[in-house]
């Protein structure tokens, strides 16, 4: 019987790799900029729906967590970012960006 470990595959040393070197706010900048930072059907934390709300333009963001998936058919890297923007009274966490990438890191949603 042949026992499989990932620990210590090569794939998550080139995946930390990819990680440490990525660039958070450029990813999300130019994300951001192609939306024209606007955000169709949006639910707040309380349930409120919004049909489109404009971000501010300075923003931050700060990777949070990251994953690998596979189907059948494709493998992806799901990115999850928090936007912070600052504020006179300190950085406020505006919400959560989730951006997909295909195996040849282009964006796909």
Same mark, same amino acid.
């Given at each position: ?8 595959h090569?794939v ?19 994300? #951001? ?5 606007? @955000?169709?059907?949006?639910? &707040?934390?309380?349930? +409120?729906?919004? !049909? ?16 690998i ?7 992806? #890297? ?5 936007? @912070?923007?600052?504020?006179? &009274?300190?950085?406020? +966490?505006?919400? !959560? ?13």
């Amino acid at each position: 019987m042949t026992k499989l470990e990932l620990q210590n595959h090569q794939v998550w040393r080139d995946l930390s790799e990819i990680l440490e070197n990525l660039d958070a706010n450029n990813l999300v900048k130019k994300h #951001l900029e192609q939306c024209d930072y606007k @955000i169709c059907g949006y639910w &707040d934390e309380q349930d +409120k729906y919004y !049909e489109t709300i404009t971000l501010p333009c300075l923003l931050e963001a700060e990777l949070v967590s990251n994953s690998i998936g596979v189907t059948y058919k494709e493998r992806f #890297l799901q990115l999850k970012f928090f936007l @912070i923007a600052s504020a006179v &009274d300190g950085t406020h +966490k505006l919400g !959560e960006l989730v951006l997909i990438y295909n195996e040849n890191l282009e964006f796909v949603y």
